[in-house]
């Protein structure tokens, strides 16, 4: 009896042991495939395709996204980089979308630099976000001269005065599942002929563009 229950209880420990082992196999396969997804490899031309790989996924979980949410959201690209807003209703402006950290603000590693194409046309884009206008001050001043005015403390104010400089993104995507205006993004390595395309088209397709001589 006893040497039963020291053989039960050892095949038991055994058993144990090796859903320890199959349970570490596994979480350090999914390590490894996360570091080897997150790890460049270093050539310039692969740095590239990687970014604008990354970006057409992420387009298209953020035009998922305001489908399934009923939301109008918007990308604000960057010669450096982009970043999604929403569109609030309440307040009639494009806010940064925080909690979501897939879509956060993103910066390109060096060297690569973007450049915007609407409809087939060339887009004049900041350098990054630091160089939009700081317009948080000027709204909380414009609704200090509006309650003033309301209160009849102050003239009427200009329109100079009521008008703030809105950041907007310069394309939308839209919950009805399509994207406008068509869209171009070339990533691009200055002094190379490295380029990657990434076209955006109103049926909401982020599609790919090879190159020529690819």
Do not use: C
Request: proline share 5%.
């Amino acid at each position: 009896m006893r040497e039963q229950l020291y053989n039960r209880n050892h095949n038991l420990k055994r058993g144990f042991t090796l859903i320890e082992l199959l349970v570490v196999i596994v979480i350090i396969s999914l390590s490894i495939a996360v570091v080897v997804v997150n790890i460049s490899t270093g050539g310039e031309d692969e740095l590239a395709e990687e970014e604008i790989l990354r970006l057409q996924q992420i387009l298209r979980f953020a035009h998922e996204q305001s489908v399934i949410r009923a939301e109008e959201y918007g990308v604000r690209f960057y010669e450096t980089g982009y970043r999604f807003m929403l569109y609030d209703e309440e307040t009639d402006n494009w806010l940064d979308i925080n909690k979501d950290k897939l879509l956060r603000s993103r910066t390109l590693p060096q060297p690569l630099e973007l450049d915007l194409y609407i409809e087939q046309v060339p887009v004049e884009i900041l350098e990054s976000p630091k160089d939009d206008p700081d317009t948080e001050q000027e709204a909380e001043e414009n609704k200090l001269a509006s309650a003033a005015s309301d209160l009849n403390l102050t003239n009427q104010p200009t329109a100079e005065q009521t008008e703030t400089e809105k950041i907007t993104p310069q394309v939308f995507l839209l919950s009805s599942s399509e994207l406008t205006p068509q869209f171009e993004v070339r990533l691009r390595i200055p002094g190379s002929d490295i380029e990657e395309l990434l076209e955006g088209l109103p049926q909401g397709e982020f599609k790919r563009v090879q190159q020529a001589n690819e």
